[in-house]
């Protein structure tokens, strides 16, 4: 079975990927317009019916804005804990609310959704209910995690399953420290229960890679504060410092923020 994976929009600005087979996909997170999000999918050649549901990471703002319209207008059920549903529709953004759409999943508790097994599972961030999730396809495993401030005990034992992996690398450490964000904003962002730096996810790469890990996705850059060829460089360099060499022994991409990835076929 060939799986598709696309991300449509990784950062703060907005946040989307695409998950598929060649006959039905899913969404995680829906924080781009529906009009970008159709024609993203529609240049890749995957025609936006195939959308048959979204999985949400969590209720900040560029994870959710399209949701009510993907949701209520285009009748494509959400997917989210209980506590994330709530503050979803209690999100400034969210002018069309969460009714007939919803659906509640509970964290480590696995769901079938067609020949998807998805689990979702804890990660710290400032959300209401964070998750990453672990999906099983096809004897494929996938897994997503974003926004989170440290890799936990739970977040590590998901994310060394995985044979492809989209991961966190939001700021540069030097950037963000010499940069002008206001200094609370600094320190939400270093917090436990910010985001990863390049240079945490780089260290616990090169700590904890194991060799069934095929593919590596660097998502969720600031604009501001970081940069793809920082982020990739700072992860390559960590890699090769224990013997990895990206492009041979494992495929490292540092994605864009406001701009579509290639369709991946992943076999």
Partial sequence: MKIHFMSLSSGSSGNCYYLGTEDYGILIDGGIPVKQIKGYLRDAGIPFERV??????????????????????????????????AGINNNYCTVKKLESCVRYIEKETPFL???????????????TDNVGYHIEVDGKVL???????????????YILKAHYLIV??????????????????KERIT???????????????????TPN???????????????????????????????????????????????????YILE
């Fill in 168 to 185: 966190e690398t939001n700021y540069d450490e030097d950037m963000l420290r010499m940069g002008n964000y206001p200094q609370f904003l």
């Fill in 143 to 157: 897994c997503f995690v974003t926004d989170l401030g440290h890799i936990t005990d739970t977040a590590a034992r």
């Fill in 52 to 85: 048959s549901a979204v999985f949400v990471t969590h209720d900040h703002a560029d994870h959710i804005k399209s949701l009510g319209n993907l949701g209520e207008k285009c009748g494509i059920p959400i997917y989210a804990t209980k506590e994330t549903h």
């Fill in 213 to 263: 890990l095929k593919h590596i996705w660097l998502c969720h850059l600031s604009e501001e504060n970081n940069h793809p060829e920082i982020a990739y460089k700072t992860v390559e360099y960590k890699l090769r410092g224990v013997g990895i060499i990206p492009g041979k022994d494992v495929e490292l991409c540092a994605l864009k923020r406001t701009t579509p990835s290639k369709l």
């Fill in 191 to 209: 917090s436990p229960f910010g985001h990863l730096s390049n240079k945490t996810t780089a260290n616990f790469l090169a700590e904890n890679i």
């Fill in 113 to 127: 959704f067609r020949d998807f097994r998805i689990t979702a599972f804890e990660v710290p961030h400032d959300g």
